[in-house]
């Protein structure tokens, strides 16, 4: 499958952005989808997961109650909604898909990458 990540940009502190990740290629509905996320600096890091069927969702501790992860199968689309941002969020977002087991929050679990977009988070 190929991931197109794309709706970054630059962004005032308590603003709001929306990711978008679009999927080609073999059947969307069967991947686990993700988003983590790689400061400079730093390793990439969790962020977002939702399951399969979007039954289940999941969230890093810095990111509940400001971040929503939603999908939708027809059209091959995972999402990211970004509210109330901070600086500390600035990095570059990516998605990715997991067609196995293995922790939603681990970076090893995901068969499938897309490029990145940057999320730029001004004070």
């Known amino acids: 499958v190929q991931l197109q990540a794309s709706g970054g940009g630059l962004v005032q502190a308590g603003g709001s952005l929306r990711l978008s990740c679009a999927t080609s290629?073999?059947?969307?509905?069967?991947?686990?989808m993700g988003w983590f996320r790689q400061a400079p600096g730093k390793e990439r890091a969790f962020v977002a997961a939702?399951?399969?069927?979007?039954?289940?969702?999941y969230y890093a501790d810095s990111v509940k109650g400001r971040f929503t992860i939603s999908r939708d199968n027809a059209k091959r689309t995972v999402w990211l909604r970004m509210n109330s941002l901070k600086p500390e969020d600035t990095a570059v977002y990516y998605c990715?898909?997991?067609?196995?087991?293995?922790?939603?929050?681990?970076?090893?679990?995901?068969?499938?990458w897309g490029q990145g977009t940057l999320v730029t988070v001004s004070s």
């Open positions: 990715a898909a997991k067609d196995s087991g293995g922790s939603y929050d681990m970076v090893g679990s995901y068969d499938y």
């Open positions: 290629g073999r059947t969307f509905s069967r991947y686990d």
């Open positions: 939702i399951s399969w069927s979007g039954g289940s969702t």
